[in-house]
């Protein structure tokens, strides 16, 4: 090897290290997060068959989300990790990256082959390092099933042109086995096969009869073990919309494309379908049209042109299948450019080689500067899983599954008010089953959250009736037991926790009469469990009572506020006077937690009427409302009365125009 070669093979190295180094550190998101943290493969000893038995998501908490995929090979390298160092975000995109430099070297031996010219080769593959939709499967961790196929595709090509010019046999088992692992990283590595049959025919002129059957045979393979590995053969594509229809959507959907790679230093990683469903979408996938019908005309003419046209056309027409799938929000996605890409870029180096020679390196420097410059901005996106679902509702806002997300989001980040506001703006929205229950139950929980218990019934009663994952109900069956539990409705508390039979059903219920200092029902409950269990929870209920008993009606009552039982807190300290305004509060406060509305407005109103003069009194009731129970009209109410009492309050102005922005205060 040259020490020309030597330097640029170098310089592949280093670059996208230098480039991707500040994005590997982030935390996990989305679907990496049950894939590495809640995956039962991943705990334990090392059992490299068993990925081999089951479905993606069957080892994870994901198991009933839905359709599953077959991938054992990218579950395998997980197992691997885990088992050599541990999981890390920062190794889990390392690895990542490390597949994807591999590839690299691949893809350029493989276009240096192909096109017999090393200059078009080191600009299409450096174009191709740098592309910036690639940092959607670098940055996210479970994207690596696209980096192995990528890899073990272009092995499988490789080998196949291999084939083509020496007939020799073990290309064509080479290439037959590299297939087969590109299939086990990811089932769209199938749509390598035509290219794994035309390749060697392009090379010879005659059809590789051999190699076309055995891999063939190897894509019927695949496709039979995972049809019993998850119990499903069919392809769930469902074409449920007239010609015309799915001639405009598929129209939309390549324009999507199309601008994703034309201009692809701003772009939506994916877009739910009726997203591009617009004129210019329209007339962007027209104009690919147009421009695809072009190069295929003058493929005769232009040999040159034939393989970037393969690499583009079969993976596009492939991927445009997924629009017609329920898989959502992956039936559009840039992902699905990782292979086209290899072929965009190839004719942008074909363009590039035809500058003359002192432009030719200087328009390769400023695409390769801007494509690092795009990626270093978009990767802000993976820092956090609150940043990835911002930027998802933000590229798409009138989207409900990404709404969706993104409030969880707040959720977590304690902006209730903020979530209960994007959720409510999805009610017009059509949206899919799955979607719809996510924002009842969002709903819900923030409807607990404000103590506004029936109104949380509701919403978990408007989608009792639909096909609900265990997950859900479970939710359900929780959001239930605390509301119940929080208005001191034991009967209705142990209903919804039926007695199974099994121990932790039996469990559930011993703490239920333990929220109610049910001692003797909780004694009656440990008979169902395992006679050292049994003993262990009732030396525990023993204990209990025991300091139950011994206690002031005050601690009493924190024991009831402490399990959830506000009722019967509020029973306890109802007759006790109220000293203070603090003490006042602290009735109020859990008058609301009791459910009890009447009482909690009487409260409410005796402590207004008390600070009529007083703009503090008035601060300190939209300060509760606010942030104990997040109800944001409450709490303005309150607080535009402290602001005509003292106008000075430029932080109390702040707060009201935050949560009514339209306000004029």
């Known amino acids: 090897m040259d020490l020309r070669k030597a330097s640029f093979l170098l310089l592949l190295l280093i670059t996208p290290l230098l480039v991707y180094l500040p994005t590997l550190d982030h935390e996990l998101i989305w679907d990496s997060k049950p894939m590495i943290l809640e995956n039962d493969l991943l705990k334990g000893t090392f059992q490299p068959l068993k990925p081999f038995r089951m479905g993606y998501w069957e080892p994870t908490s994901q198991r009933e989300s839905g359709y599953d995929y077959y991938r054992p090979l990218t579950v395998l390298s997980y197992m691997v990790e885990t088992h050599l160092w541990g999981i890390a975000p920062f190794r889990l995109r390392l690895t990542n990256l490390i597949l994807f430099i591999m590839a690299l070297f691949l893809c350029y031996a493989l276009i240096n082959r192909l096109a017999a010219d090393p200059t078009l080769a080191g600009i299409a593959v450096f174009l191709f390092a740098l592309f910036p939709l690639h940092l959607d499967n670098i940055t996210w961790v479970v994207a690596r099933c696209d980096l192995l196929m990528l890899l073990f595709g272009l092995a499988s090509l490789y080998s196949a042109d291999r084939y083509g010019e020496s007939g020799k046999p073990r290309w064509a088992i080479q290439a037959i086995a590299a297939f087969g692992l590109a299939l086990l990283a990811k089932e769209a590595a199938l749509f390598f ?286 959001l239930r037991t605390r509301i119940h539990t929080a208005r001191g409705e034991k009967d209705s508390a142990l209903r919804i926790n039926a007695d199974t039979g099994t121990a932790i059903s039996a469990v559930k ?102 600070g009529a003069s007083d703009f503090r009194i008035l601060n300190a009731l939209g300060n509760l409302y606010l942030s104990d129970f997040y109800r944001a009209q409450e709490a303005l109410c309150h607080f535009r009365d402290s602001l005509r009492l003292n106008p000075n309050q430029p932080g109390l102005r702040k707060t009201i125009a935050l949560l009514d922005p339209g306000s004029d205060s």
């Open 193 to 478: 096969l035509p290219l794994i049959m035309i390749f060697p025919v392009i090379r010879s002129r005659r059809l590789s009869i051999g190699l076309g059957v055995g891999a063939l045979a190897m894509a019927i393979l695949f496709w039979w073990i995972k049809s019993l590995a998850i119990g499903r053969s069919h392809i769930p594509i469902s074409l449920d919309m007239s010609i015309p229809d799915a001639a405009k959507t598929t129209l939309g959907v390549l324009g999507y494309y199309f601008r994703s790679l034309l201009f692809p230093f701003q772009y939506d990683m994916f877009l739910a379908v009726d997203e591009v469903q617009t004129f210019l979408y329209r007339t962007a996938g027209i104009v690919f049209l147009f421009g695809w019908a072009f190069f295929t005309i003058r493929l005769r003419r232009s040999k040159s042109l034939i393989y970037p046209w393969l690499f583009m056309t079969v993976f596009l027409a492939g991927h445009l299948l997924m629009v017609f799938t329920p898989i959502f929000p992956y039936s559009i996605s840039t992902r699905y450019l990782l292979i086209p890409i290899i072929g965009w870029t190839w004719l942008v180096s074909l363009a590039i080689i035809r500058l003359p020679q002192r432009f030719r390196f200087l328009v390769s420097i400023l695409l390769l500067v801007a494509m690092a410059g795009s990626i270093w901005f978009h990767s802000r996106r993976y820092v956090s899983e609150f940043q990835f679902w911002q930027s998802a509702h933000d590229s798409s806002p009138g989207d409900g599954f990404f709404l969706v997300k993104y409030a969880g989001q707040l959720q977590a980040r304690g902006d209730f008010i903020k979530s209960d506001r994007l959720l409510r703006q999805t009610l017009s929205k059509k949206v899919k089953i799955g979607t719809a229950s996510a924002i009842a139950m969002q709903l819900a929980e923030i409807c607990v959250r404000q103590a506004r218990y029936d109104e949380a019934l509701r919403w978990i009663d408007s989608i009792a009736h639909l096909p609900l994952d265990p997950m859900t109900r479970r939710t359900c069956r929780i």
């Open 509 to 610: 219920r011993i703490e239920i009469h333990l929220d109610f200092a049910d001692w003797s029902g909780a004694r009656e409950t440990t008979n169902r469990l395992e006679p050292a269990a049994a003993e262990a929870w009732r030396k525990r209920i023993d204990q209990i009572e025991a300091r139950f008993s011994s206690s002031s009606p005050e601690i009493q009552a924190r024991f009831f506020h402490d399990r959830g039982n506000y009722r019967a807190a509020w029973e306890m300290v109802r007759p006790f006077p109220s000293l203070s305004l603090t003490s006042e509060l602290d009735r109020l406060r859990l008058t609301l937690r009791a459910g009890s509305e009447t009482e909690a407005r009487a409260i409410r109103e005796k402590i207004a009427s008390a």
